[in-house]
């Protein structure tokens, strides 16, 4: 599950150490923008030996790693490949430097006796990546794509707004891009960490594209990115009945039934399963409840 | 003389200096020295020999750092001291 995903300044030991009581499904260690240049060393080696170190739970470990056009790609995967990451998280992503970090990855991996393979998280933060985003998705180790809408925006000349008209369209894109692929949909941070009413406006119309999570910027917003992207109880509820008719209507030898007037088909019991499923991971609900 | 420096007096962070030396030594100043200075020492000499610069003395202000932030601020310093 990839509900919130929390940055992480990657040269800040108190932070750091307190990373998997914050309760994101994931972190991102960010070795890129949050790090000043002439601290990117400090950075990189602090985050290799917090990873070296740590004990492995639930929590996905990331890392944001610099552009792969920067001098520091080669030193930053050196650092941090190792058992214990899951996936890094690719800025400024294309088509060409996804294959050349592949390569990169499974010669680190083959080397250092790495038997899951590292994945990967592109960023589409350009008009460039998004007109590529469906060869991007496409592409070996992928498990989802995150939208960077302040590059993006940037890059477009446009003005970011609370209520996200602008970035409409590359949700859409994006979104639909990742279900075609089977691979998650990661929305981008919400800026303003103190308005959190806008924050949960945000979240849930980017459930409502598509999208499976959203990155946090502050530990403040991740219960509420959990909340969101979580089935609700209703909605376990609903989909408990709709199986449950689906089951007696499969005994009846119905192919399609109607339940609080509304027709069920194979699309509505499929949704209906796909909820329980997240909602089970979630800790929503369970079998026996 | 070569010097290195890492590391800030943050809390849970750590400050290095790595000084090129023909005599190293090794200083810790820690808010906690009382009851894990022989954990920092040997976090700063296992990184020292990561580093493979046996010449260097490591003077570190600790402010309740784990040890892979001792660590990574001396094996920092050190490639800072000699690069």
């Given at each position: 599950?990839?509900?919130?995903?929390l940055?992480?300044?990657?040269n800040?030991?108190a932070?750091?150490n307190?990373?998997?009581v914050?309760?994101a499904?994931?972190?991102?260690?960010?070795l890129?923008?949050?790090?000043?240049?002439?601290?990117?060393?400090?950075?990189?080696?602090?985050?290799?030996?917090?990873l070296?170190?740590?004990?492995?739970?639930?929590?996905?470990?990331l890392?944001?790693?610099?552009?792969?056009d920067?001098?520091?790609?080669e030193?930053d995967?050196?650092?941090i490949?190792?058992?214990?990451?899951?996936?890094?998280?690719v800025?400024?992503?294309?088509?060409?430097?996804?294959?050349k970090?592949?390569?990169?990855?499974?010669?680190?991996?083959?080397?250092?006796?790495?038997?899951?393979?590292i994945?990967?998280l592109p960023?589409?933060?350009?008009?460039?990546?998004l007109?590529?985003?469906?060869?991007?998705?496409?592409q070996?180790?992928?498990v989802?794509l995150?939208?960077?809408?302040?590059d993006?925006?940037?890059?477009?000349?446009?003005?970011?707004?609370?209520?996200?008209f602008?970035?409409?369209?590359?949700?859409?894109?994006i979104a639909?891009?990742?279900k075609?692929?089977?691979i998650?949909?990661?929305?981008?941070?919400?800026?303003?960490t103190?308005?959190?009413?806008?924050l949960k406006?945000?979240?849930?119309?980017?459930?409502?594209?598509?999208?499976?999570?959203?990155?946090?910027?502050?530990?403040?917003?991740?219960?509420?990115m959990?909340?969101?992207?979580?089935p609700?109880?209703?909605?376990?509820?609903?989909?408990?009945?709709?199986?449950?008719?689906?089951?007696?209507?499969?005994?009846?030898?119905?192919?399609?039934?109607s339940?609080?007037?509304?027709?069920?088909?194979?699309?509505?019991v499929?949704?209906?399963?796909?909820?329980?499923?997240k909602a089970?991971?979630a800790?929503?609900?369970?079998e026996e409840? | 003389?070569?010097?290195?420096?890492?590391g800030?007096?943050?809390s849970?962070?750590?400050?290095?200096?790595?000084t090129?030396?023909?005599?190293?030594?090794?200083?810790?100043?820690?808010?906690?020295?009382?009851f894990?200075?022989?954990?920092?020492?040997?976090?700063i000499?296992?990184?020292?020999?990561?580093?493979?610069?046996?010449?260097?003395?490591?003077?570190?202000?600790?402010?309740?750092?784990?040890?892979?932030?001792?660590?990574a601020?001396?094996l920092?310093?050190?490639?800072?001291?000699?690069?």
């Open positions: 599950m990839r509900r919130s995903l940055f992480i300044p990657g800040n030991p932070v750091l307190n990373s998997d914050f309760l499904d994931g972190v991102i260690f960010d890129e923008d949050a790090v000043s240049v002439d601290e990117k060393d400090a950075a990189r080696l602090l985050v290799a030996k917090y070296a170190g740590i004990k492995k739970g639930k929590t996905e470990l890392v944001r790693i610099n552009a792969c920067s001098t520091y790609l030193s995967l050196a650092a490949v190792m058992p214990s990451l899951d996936t890094i998280v800025p400024k992503a294309s088509v060409k430097e996804l294959k970090l592949d390569k990169l990855l499974q010669v680190l991996e083959t080397i250092r006796g790495i038997k899951k393979p994945g990967l960023i589409i933060e350009s008009p460039q990546a007109l590529e985003v469906v060869p991007i998705s496409k070996n180790r992928v989802g995150l939208f960077g809408a302040e993006y925006t940037a890059s477009m000349e446009i003005n970011r707004t609370k209520n996200g602008e970035i409409l369209y590359p949700r859409n894109v639909v891009a990742c075609a692929a089977f998650d949909a990661i929305d981008t941070p919400f800026t303003d103190l308005d959190v009413d806008a406006v945000d979240a849930q119309l980017a459930k409502s594209l598509g999208f499976v999570g959203k990155a946090c910027i502050h530990p403040s917003q991740v219960e509420v959990n909340e969101v992207f979580s609700t109880l209703q909605e376990v509820f609903q989909a408990r009945r709709i199986i449950q008719a689906f089951e007696e209507a499969k005994t009846a030898k119905l192919g399609v039934f339940l609080d007037g509304k027709m069920i088909d194979e699309p509505v499929k949704r209906a399963r796909t909820l329980l499923s089970k991971q800790g929503v609900w369970r409840s | 003389m070569k010097k290195g420096i890492a800030s007096l943050s849970c962070d750590c400050y290095c200096v790595a090129e030396s023909n005599h190293p030594t090794i200083q810790i100043d820690s808010v906690v020295d009382a894990f200075h022989e954990q920092i020492l040997q976090a000499t296992q990184a020292i020999q990561e580093s493979n610069h046996l010449n260097v003395d490591i003077h570190l202000i600790d402010k309740g750092a784990f040890d892979y932030t001792i660590q601020r001396v920092c310093a050190i490639a800072r001291c000699f690069e």
